[in-house]
């Protein structure tokens, strides 16, 4: 595990995404339909499904638009979805992965090239920068009035089933196997609030963004997330630290 701080980047765009709430709440939705579409429409035999509905509850989104989404899913007709990813370079070449649920592939790759021409990237081949993602699990629990100390979280989470942890001033981030991470989660929010908890693409490497590309990279993500089909965008970028 690299020394990124995945933690950094995402208080770095909270606001932007808090924001963004509404088109959050739709594109949660698709995954909801999606995975409740794939596996059934019971969370408790549909870890994909279960995994969805803690993402949603997290985001505050209503209890009405999950039940909506699991209902149209199960029902007859509704639009046929399916999981495109792309794959790309940004400025001060950044990877890019961008996962994407879509009912028309070229509306939505169309879309998605115009963003990267647009802003100072370029669209890839397939295979051109997933090596440099892995699947992992994510947890963050902010240090912020918890009084505990690097070795005891380390060995808690270590002890859940954990791989890694990493630590700074203001957050424990832990990282674990795709399988283990909804007993690693179950396990740590028995005696700690959870921030953050999410299977997510981290970096195997990262790549530093010069001050003066900052903003462009940043109108690239914020394009690329605006865009009514992609779920996730994921980078390299190491964003540099603010004043």
Not at 58 to 87: F, Q, V
């Amino acid at each position: 595990m690299s020394g990124h701080s995945k933690w950094h980047n995402i208080q770095g765009r909270k606001n932007a995404q808090d924001a963004k709430r509404g088109k959050i709440f739709q594109k949660i939705s698709r995954e909801i339909y999606m995975a409740a579409k794939a596996g059934g429409p019971d969370p408790d035999g549909n870890p994909q499904l279960r995994l969805v509905m803690d993402k949603a509850r997290s985001a505050n989104m209503p209890k009405d638009n999950i039940k909506r989404a699991i209902d149209k899913a199960t029902g007859a007709g509704g639009a046929d979805y399916e999981e495109i990813t792309y794959e790309g370079y940004g400025p001060a070449g950044v990877a890019v992965l961008v996962h994407a649920l879509t009912d028309n592939r070229n509306r939505t790759a169309s879309a998605v090239r115009g963003d990267f021409n647009r802003n100072g990237g370029n669209l890839g081949e397939s295979g051109s920068v997933s090596f440099m993602f892995n699947r992992k699990g994510y947890i963050a629990i902010s240090r912020e009035d918890l009084d505990i100390d690097e070795d005891t979280m380390e060995l808690a989470a270590i002890e859940a089933g954990a791989d890694d942890v990493q630590t700074s001033d203001e957050v424990f981030e832990i990282y674990t196997d795709p399988k283990d991470f909804d007993s690693v989660r179950d396990a740590l929010q028995k005696d700690y609030a959870l921030d953050t908890a999410e299977l997510t693409m981290v970096p195997t490497t990262t790549t530093e963004v010069p001050a003066n590309k900052v903003e462009q990279l940043q109108r690239l993500i914020d394009k690329l997330e605006d865009e009514d089909d992609v779920s996730e965008v994921f980078t390299t970028a190491e964003f540099p630290e603010e004043d």
